[in-house]
């Protein structure tokens, strides 16, 4: 059975950082292509950074140059550094494990985690 736990999420003023961990058990996170969405208050949820099993990345461009997405294989653990954060940055974020890749494009799969609170204020 595959679980995602993420945590790291908190309060933080706009220009600070945080960094998410989304903890993976079952037996699928090496060969998994990973990914971070987020969901703002009465929005939809969106793509904010992705990775392949190879260690390949892909950014939302609202978020290139200030997240990082990378794995530690070994501790089954995705990570998402949050630096420069700005209010918009703010939502639930979720993690996502054995998405697939179809034309450059990450689809997710039902494997989500519960989620963790990012808020960012001004």
């Known amino acids: 059975q595959v679980q995602l736990v993420e945590s790291g999420g908190g309060l933080v003023q706009a220009g600070g950082s945080l960094r998410l961990s989304c903890a993976v058990s079952g037996s699928i996170f090496s060969f998994s292509a990973l990914a971070w969405y987020r969901q703002a208050p009465g929005k939809q949820r969106e793509l904010v950074a992705t990775?392949?099993?190879?260690?390949?990345?892909n950014y939302a461009d609202s978020v290139k140059g200030r997240f990082t997405i990378s794995r530690d294989n070994a501790k089954n653990t995705l990570y998402l550094q949050m630096n420069s954060l700005k209010p918009e940055d703010t939502g639930v974020y979720y993690c996502?494990?054995?998405?697939?890749?179809?034309?450059?494009?990450?689809?997710?799969?039902?494997?989500w985690g519960q989620g963790t609170q990012v808020t960012v204020s001004s």
């Open positions: 990775i392949t099993s190879a260690g390949r990345t």
């Open positions: 996502n494990a054995d998405g697939a890749y179809y034309n450059g494009n990450y689809y997710p799969s039902h494997y």
